[in-house]
T-cell receptor, first 115, second 107 residues
Framework: DSGVTQTPKHLITATGQRVTLRCSPR?????VYWYQQSLDQGLQFLIQ???????AKGNILERFSAQQFPDLHSELNLSSLELGDSALYFC??????????????FGSGTRLTVV | GQNIDQPTEMTATEGAIVQINCTYQ??????LFWYQQHAGEAPTFLSY????GLEEKGRFSSFLSRSKGYSYLLLKELQMKDSASYLC????????FGAGTILRVKS
């Protein structure tokens, strides 16, 4: 157990629907990062939060949004889902900003399948 | 921005040594990470380099040359369980990952 908890582990939903992915960072970590990993593709950075505030944004679609709550857990909301949104979504946390020298601790991911 | 290049796939034999290369171009550099990722699982930390040179950790070593924008991960005494994807990552406030190198270890 890495200490980063992601729920649910698997999600199957229909096109056009909306889902929420949840992440609880490792105890004491203030930074949360969301990444998308599609089949045969690398980890694509979506968004970063630090202590409740958005700090960096990647190529995140307008249909996607996220937030970090006062208890530091984070949620990634995906709406108007399309088949191409099917992917593994990873949350990672770090205890320092920037994340050096210890890097990230990743959660086990949420596998989203849009049918 | 950042650009990271790694070979797509490599195959090696159990017990052998393999070197996975990574070249990068980045606007800000605070260090380079190597992660291991088994299919469908989360990436796990292998190594971190911020200064030029070789960092050794058991069967795994990682090398960095900042002037050349180049790193490699060296895996010795390969085992079947080393079959995985190896990700090179660099960055400033966030990590940018390469597409990963799929390593297949055959007996």
């Amino acid at each position: 157990d890495s200490g980063v908890t992601q729920t649910p582990k698997h999600l199957i939903t229909a096109t056009g629907q909306r889902v929420t992915l949840r992440c609880s960072p490792r105890s004491g970590d203030l930074s949360v990062y969301w990444y998308q990993q599609s089949l045969d593709q690398g980890l694509q950075f979506l968004i970063q939060y630090y202590n409740g505030e958005e700090r960096a944004k990647g190529n995140i679609l307008e249909r996607f949004s996220a937030q970090q709550f006062p208890d530091l857990h984070s949620e990634l909301n995906l709406s108007s889902l399309e088949l191409g949104d099917s992917a593994l979504y990873f949350c990672a946390s770090s205890g320092s900003r920037p994340p050096f020298p210890y890097g990230y601790t990743f959660g086990s991911g949420t596998r989203l399948t849009v049918v | 921005g950042q650009n990271i290049d790694q070979p797509t796939e490599m195959t090696a034999t159990e017990g052998a040594i393999v070197q996975i290369n990574c070249t990068y171009q980045t606007s800000g550099f605070n260090g380079l990470f190597w992660y291991q990722q088994h299919a469908g699982e989360a990436p796990t930390f292998l190594s971190y380099n911020v200064l030029d040179g070789l960092e050794e950790k058991g069967r795994f070593s990682s090398f960095l040359s900042r002037s050349k924008g180049y790193s490699y991960l060296l895996l010795k005494e390969l085992q079947m369980k080393d079959s995985a994807s190896y990700l090179c990552a660099v960055g400033g406030n966030k990590l940018v990952f390469g597409a990963g190198t799929i390593l297949r270890v055959k007996s």
